[in-house]
């Protein structure tokens, strides 16, 4: 069966400092990525998709940037934090073939301070 | 591309009905329904693909109108498992298929 992973659940981070989070999917190939961000009690944001290693699509302008470096890697990064970049980030994965359901990872709780 | 939601937010009695809604300004593709408990993941309830097909997952049911590019969610005889975020999600056509968008989402709170 298909699980995907992601870490770390939670995270608090300074202003300036760097970020990298990481997702991964296990049970199956060649998936569609994609990193989502959600505010607190707002709604889901799509920041980046990945059809592919080394394709990455970015869907918001922002100071983050996403690779993908291996089939079913999917990495989230910063090279400087902004109070801004706070929130709930969520990884999901979904079959490359037809309008499939996403199933999401159990997200990650960014606080910058 | 956001499809829009509406109501932003719903309180119940257990027992009551809702009618959660989700409409595009773009023709869809595909409609998908998520529902987010507070602080996990979304999990999903169904999908349902251009064509005005109908479906239905216990006491929850979904239809889209394409020519009204327009989705409901409806929950019938609601139960105090139903509260949580309610979210639709769409894509646009096999060009764009590898995006999914999601709406703001609906509040709901279903109350003894």
């Known amino acids: 069966s298909q699980t995907i992973h992601q870490w770390p659940a939670t995270l608090v981070q300074p202003v300036g400092s760097p970020l990298s989070l990481e997702c991964t999917v296990e049970?199956?190939?060649?998936?569609?990525l994609y990193w989502y961000r959600q505010a607190a009690g707002r709604g889901l944001q799509l920041l980046f998709y990945?059809?592919?290693?080394?394709?990455i699509s970015s869907e918001v302008p922002q100071n983050l940037s996403a690779s993908r470096p291996q089939d079913r890697q999917f990495i989230l990064s910063s090279k400087k934090l902004l109070l801004s970049d706070s929130g709930f980030y969520l990884c999901?994965?979904?079959?490359?073939?037809?309008?499939?359901?996403?199933?999401f990872g159990q997200g990650t709780r960014l606080t910058v301070v | 591309q956001q499809p829009v939601q509406s109501p932003q937010a719903v309180i119940l009695r257990e027992g009551e009905d809702a009618v959660i809604n989700c409409s595009s300004s773009?023709?869809?593709?595909?409609v998908h329904w998520y529902r987010q408990k507070h602080g996990e993941a979304p999990v999903f309830l169904m999908i349902?693909?251009?064509?005005?097909e109908q479906k239905g997952h216990d006491k929850i049911s979904a239809s889209f109108n394409e020519k009204k590019q327009q989705s409901s969610l409806y929950l019938t005889a609601s139960q105090l498992s139903y509260s949580g975020t309610y979210f639709c999600?769409?894509?646009?056509?096999?060009?764009?298929?590898?995006?999914?968008?999601f709406g703001s989402g609906t509040r709901l709170l279903v109350r003894p």
């Open positions: 049970g199956t190939s060649n998936p569609n």
């Open positions: 773009k023709a869809l593709y595909s």
């Open positions: 999600g769409t894509e646009y056509g096999m060009d764009s298929s590898y995006k999914l968008i």
């Open positions: 990945s059809v592919g290693i080394g394709q």
């Open positions: 349902l693909l251009k064509g005005g």
């Open positions: 999901a994965w979904r079959l490359s073939v037809g309008s499939g359901e996403a199933f």
